[in-house]
């Protein structure tokens, strides 16, 4: 059964500071995700990262997998107060035995403060 | 284009009343799933569909029941509500294949308070 453990659950950042959120999975996963979530809405999908060594980059974020460290970072440079928001990772195991059910972390939140 | 769309957005029940809340998408996916969002434990899954006509339990799948009406329609059914299970809830579908890289889209949520 696939586990996934975020840190930190919460953190507070100044504007223009760096941070990185760390998503640590149990098992073998086929590929990994990262959500965000505002206040009171649905999740929008950031990005999927399927292979080990694999970086994605959008704006001021920037989302890696080792697959041999079981590890993904979502990377936050030079925050801004938009990025507030709650952030998630989430696995799919490969041997799921059907359905690829994401596995959820339970979800970093982060507060920007002017 | 709608996507997941998840009735009702909002609903309180009174402990032992049911209710069904319905999901259903447009974009021809084949996998469907509801979760619960809970407070610090992420989303949990309750109940998934690999393709029409089949249904399994997820990881809490207590006290609800599901139906994979057609292909398009998921619901998720609340027999005798209990104050626990008080949460959001969440809808998402996924297609099959490397199509927009094994994307799962979700519904916008029903927010359900049992008391």
């Known amino acids: 059964e696939l586990k996934v453990e975020q840190n930190p659950l919460f953190l507070s950042m100044q504007e223009g500071k760096n941070y990185t959120i760390y998503c640590n999975y149990s098992?073998?996963?086929?590929?990994l995700y990262w959500y965000r979530q505002d206040p009171g809405k649905s999740l929008e999908s950031l990005f999927v990262?399927?292979?080990?060594?694999a970086v994605k980059q959008e704006g001021r974020l920037m989302a890696s997998l080792d697959t041999k460290a079981r590890l993904s970072t979502l990377h936050i440079t030079a925050a801004v107060h938009d990025l507030s928001a709650t952030y998630f990772c989430?696995?799919?195991?490969?041997?799921?035995?059907?359905?690829?059910?994401?596995?959820f972390g339970t979800g970093t939140q982060l507060k920007v403060e002017l | 284009n709608a996507g997941v769309t998840q009735t009702p957005k909002f609903q309180v029940l009174k402990t032992g009343q049911s209710m069904t809340l319905q999901c259903a998408q447009d974009?021809?996916?084949?996998?469907m799933y509801w979760y619960r969002q809970d407070p610090g434990m992420g989303l949990r899954l309750i109940y998934y569909s690999a393709s029409e006509g089949t249904t399994d339990k997820g990881e809490v799948p207590n006290g609800y029941n599901v139906s994979r009406l057609n292909k398009r329609e998921f619901s998720l059914r609340l027999e005798s509500a209990a104050p626990s299970q008080t949460s959001v809830y969440f809808c998402?579908?996924?297609?099959?294949?490397?199509?927009?890289?094994?994307?799962?889209?979700f519904g916008s949520g029903t927010r359900l308070t049992v008391v």
């Open positions: 989430a696995g799919v195991p490969i041997l799921t035995g059907g359905g690829n059910k994401l596995t």
């Open positions: 098992t073998t996963s086929d590929r």
């Open positions: 974009m021809n996916h084949n996998s």
């Open positions: 998402a579908s996924r297609t099959r294949g490397r199509q927009l890289l094994y994307g799962y889209t």
């Open positions: 990262l399927l292979s080990n060594g």
